[in-house]
């Protein structure tokens, strides 16, 4: 078994996550932003990739009263587990997100481990793969179910999604369109890597629409074959 995974993103009218120099998305309104902390109350860990913290430095704690109580009731610690995924581990350690009060675990590769195995910013380092392999999500997935976290939240980037995806491992996606247009050949997608081929596209369901003034909020699970 793998945890429950549900890819939450806010992206420009014309699929675009950040600009074309990756800056931190902060396009969002403050309905939205309300609406991925609410998201992110309602889940054991919060996976996102290198390139997302180094964008922001931060990651998004869970502020608002109701939702810690909301935790409380549910016999869940304040905040959800935050994971940061990098094949190399070369983070800064002066980062906010460092010295922010939530349990940090790290998923790297042995040589990635090595880096932060006698520093104490990360509560646990998962590093199951040698350093040019594959990271494989089946079983990191099926690691983390393993240490009691059952339900994650993706806050990107584009890669990391994409990989999940092309591992089957995701099951639902909140998207938020915003209205406003980025453009840029190298402005990133939701997902990103190679892209699929039509006939193997993930295909969606979608499960409900939202506004939120001159927001949409798309909700969609991932087909399964049969």
Known sequence: MRPHTTVVLAMSADGKIADAW??????GSTADKRHL???????????FGAETLRAYGTTLRVSQPDLLQQRQHQGRPPQPTHIVCSRSAQLNPDFPFFRQAVPRWLITTTAGAKLWSCR????????????N???????ILEQLAELELKTL???????????????????????????????????????????????L?????????????HEVLLHYSVKRES
Do not use: M, Y
Not at 37 to 47: H, I, S
Not at 133 to 139: F, I, T
Not at 170 to 197: H, K, Q, S
């Open 22 to 27: 990756r800056s931190a998305a902060r396009f």
């Open 120 to 131: 104490p910013e990360f509560d646990r380092i998962l590093a199951p793969f040698p350093p």
């Open 133 to 139: 392999a594959q990271l494989n999500w089946v079983l």
């Open 201 to 213: 596209a993930p295909r969606l369901n979608l499960l409900s629409v939202h506004t939120l003034d």
């Open 37 to 47: 902390e609410a998201q992110v109350a309602q889940v054991d860990g919060v996976l």
């Open 153 to 199: 939240a993706v806050l990107g980037g584009g890669q990391l999604v994409a990989s999940l995806l092309a591992a089957e491992c995701i099951d639902e996606l909140w998207l938020t369109v915003c209205p406003l247009i980025l453009g840029g050949t190298n402005a990133p997608t939701p997902v990103a890597g190679d892209g699929f081929p039509a006939k």
